[in-house]
């Protein structure tokens, strides 16, 4: 009687003892690690060799984030049960928990080998491998995985993950087709995935394919982040009007006090900085400011505002206050990078795009950076060759070379030479020269330039040959945000006809350069030249333009120039030297670019008015293109026609073509970054 009692106390503790366990198990099913971390640590207090309650007891405290507590304990139980193969599973997993996997690698793979048909084991190793970007074995690896247990729900997430991570891979380097493919089999498998579908847009925002871009973006759940998405794409697309309204219905969608919230109003300020809305975007972000304070995101955005409004300084502030809160910030990293470009500051541009890629490997626009910055090291050759014809019977040849060997982001050197032929078969006259000049540029701060070259220049005509030296000294800086300023000095030949090379008449330029830029896309450029000849002349130059930037890509922008033109003596029969000439004209210009081609074009036309002559109209027009044929060689052609009478005469027409060429003929700099 009394072993029957014994007994069925010992069945009743049993069962008692299991019905208490599986309330641990199902707080560990539910994710509540940290009160099944104590649930089980009272356990062990009754039963501490009991190994179930060790295994869960050491589940629980590596997933509530004490991973390396969770290893030793699994190391322990390992020495006291050694081969088990569960216990040693759950080391593995500790291992993937702690991040440590390298090792977790090592340990999965024995696993694996002892038992390919454990479930646990392989889909650990392919998490592991997944961890490590080893994405092609990991896939294989979830694949078998899912043959072992079909439709498993975790498998099947961590497939997905793996996929993700491939087709991000792939993305980079440049296979979108099969990164789209990758994701296309994740949606078949999690119909309308918003992270899949988000991976997508980003792969066809990276192949350009815009069109589809917007329509994968359609396909979210999520309707703030459908406007969202399709703003950043209209603006990519050149549309930034479009981009603006979809932002700001995304704005006005979005609940209040919501992540969401804060996301569509992020993408507002963005549209609005797009559209050169300056004002507006400072009143938008001043109400972020009240409510997000000092946030990354905020300060991005601010330093977004000053890189449109060309408040550089302003805009590196906000960025070093970003990375003061994360150091490792991408926003930050590549945002100043390009905001010490912008400011002309290379040396630290290039550092920080550098450091970027160490936080964020293959970043592709951080690489472009440092490639496009590296390669303005790097030396360069840049042939050329015109042809010019006018009215008057005048013909020229011209060839030029240009070697361009940078020493530094601070110093250049360059060495030009160019030779010119000219004649005119009406009066029986030819002439040539040549010229030969070492030039240097040196940054003496930020986007503040000084340059000079000296040369040798060598002409000989019908009467005269003579060796001469030219050469000129120029100022290049930005005093203030968007404006520009040109101040320098150039000594050089009156080559155009053979006969102005016949006379040997020198030409002193002292000239002023300055470009006024505003956020409201008009500009002001004036250009004053004063110019002695060695001839006893003089010659005084103004041209301004007043113009409007209709449109970003292309770039096209339009407006009216005056010119007005006086020399101190009249020598008609020599070249145009009026005592005063006046000219109005209406122009527009455009530049862009499609693919690997740049165009560009040039089109004036008004009124010209020589002393006191009856008024004639002008016309000028230039276009030119460019193919990009390698990261480090282009060739263009360019051709241009013109009545404008300053050129020699009245009644004057002037054609050129000509041919230019670019070649970086060395991939790097010679001398170290």
Same mark, same amino acid.
Do not use: C, M, P
């Given at each position: 009687m009394k072993k029957l009692i014994l007994a069925l106390s010992m069945c009743f503790a049993n069962w008692a003892f299991a019905q208490e366990m599986t309330t641990g198990f199902n707080l560990l099913e539910n994710g509540k690690y940290t009160q099944a971390k104590l649930f089980f640590k009272e356990i062990l207090e009754d039963y501490p060799t009991n190994k179930t309650a060790q295994l869960c007891y050491g589940r629980a405290l590596g997933l509530s984030g004490e991973t390396a507590k969770a290893t030793a304990l699994f190391t322990q139980m390992q020495n006291e049960y050694p081969g088990d193969y569960e216990i040693a599973l759950n080391y593995a997993e500790s291992l993937l928990w702690a991040e440590?996997?390298?090792?977790?690698?090592?340990?999965?793979? /024995?696993?694996?080998k002892t038992d390919s048909t454990s479930f646990s084991a392989v889909l650990g190793y392919a998490n592991t491998l997944s961890n490590l970007k080893e994405y092609n074995k990991a896939l294989e690896r979830v694949n078998q995985a899912l043959s072992l247990q079909p439709g498993n729900a975790n498998a099947l997430v961590s497939r997905k993950y793996i996929r993700l991570g491939r087709a991000n891979q792939?993305?980079? +380097?440049? +296979?979108?087709?099969t990164a789209l493919a990758l994701l296309d089999e994740n949606l078949k498998d999690f119909e309308g995935d918003n992270l899949s579908l988000q991976v997508k847009a980003n792969v066809q925002i990276a192949q350009k394919d815009y069109d589809s871009a917007f329509t994968t973006y359609g396909r979210l759940a999520d309707s703030v982040a459908v406007l969202t998405g399709q703003a950043l794409v209209a603006h990519l697309d050149g549309a930034d009007q479009k981009a603006l309204a979809l932002s700001r219905k995304a704005k006005n969608f979005s609940p209040k006090d919501?992540?969401?919230?804060?996301?569509?109003?992020?993408?507002?300020?963005?549209?609005?900085?797009?559209?050169?809305?300056?004002?507006?975007?400072?009143h938008a972000l001043d109400s972020l400011d009240q409510i997000y304070g000092n946030a990354p995101r905020i300060l991005a955005l601010k330093a977004s505002l000053g890189m449109y409004t060309g408040t550089f300084k302003t805009s590196i502030a906000h960025y070093q206050s970003i990375l003061e809160q994360d150091s490792t910030s991408f926003d930050g990293n590549l945002g100043i990078a390009n905001a010490y470009r912008a400011q002309g500051n290379l040396d630290q541009a290039y550092a920080f795009a550098q450091k970027t890629t160490e936080y964020y490997a293959g970043q592709k626009d951080a690489l472009g950076l440092m490639q496009t910055l590296s390669g303005s090291l790097a030396p360069q050759v840049m042939p050329r060759a015109a042809y010019t014809r006018d009215n008057g019977g005048n013909r020229a040849y011209a060839a030029g070379l240009s070697v361009l060997f940078p020493v530094s982001y601070r110093f250049r050197t360059q060495i030009n030479y160019d030779y010119r032929k000219t004649s005119n078969e009406d009066v029986d006259a030819q002439a040539s020269n040549s010229s030969f000049n070492f030039g240097v540029q040196y940054r003496i701060h930020n986007n503040t330039w000084i340059e000079a070259n000296l040369g040798v220049l060598n002409a000989e005509a019908d009467v005269n040959s003579y060796t001469d030296v030219n050469g000129s000294v120029l100022l290049k800086a930005r005093p203030l945000p968007l404006q520009y300023l040109e101040l320098g000095y150039s000594r050089e030949l009156q080559n155009f006809n053979a006969t102005l090379i016949d006379q040997k008449i020198f030409m002193n330029n002292y000239k002023l350069n300055y470009n006024m830029g505003t956020n409201v896309n008009l500009g002001w450029y004036t250009s004053l030249i004063f110019t002695p000849q060695t001839d006893g002349n003089q010659r005084k130059l103004l041209f301004t333009s007043l113009y409007y930037n209709f449109t970003k890509a292309p770039a096209l922008k339009g407006g009216i120039n005056y010119q007005y033109l006086s020399f101190k003596d009249q020598v008609p029969a020599l070249y145009f030297s009026p005592s005063s000439y006046q000219a109005v004209e209406l122009f527009a210009d455009l530049n862009g670019s499609i693919k690997n081609w740049q165009y560009t074009a040039n089109a004036?036309?008004?009124?010209?008015?020589?002393?006191?002559?009856?008024?004639?109209?002008?016309?000028?027009?230039?276009?030119?293109?460019?193919?990009?044929?390698? /990261?480090?060689?282009?060739?263009?052609?360019?051709?241009?026609?013109?009545?404008?009478?300053?050129?020699?005469?009245?009644?004057?027409?002037?054609?050129?073509?000509g041919l230019k060429m670019r070649w970086q003929f060395l991939a790097k700099p010679v001398f170290k970054l």
């Open positions: 440590n996997f390298n090792e977790a690698q090592t340990v999965y793979e /024995d696993l694996v792939l993305s980079s +380097d440049g +296979d979108y087709r919501s992540l969401q919230s804060i996301q569509a109003s992020e993408r507002y300020v963005q549209a609005l900085i797009w559209n050169q809305k300056f004002k507006t975007a400072r004036a036309g008004g009124y010209q008015f020589v002393e006191k002559d009856k008024a004639t109209t002008l016309f000028r027009i230039e276009a030119g293109i460019i193919h990009t044929l390698s /990261d480090r060689l282009d060739a263009g052609f360019y051709a241009k026609y013109s009545n404008v009478a300053s050129a020699t005469a009245a009644g004057f027409e002037f054609t050129e073509v």
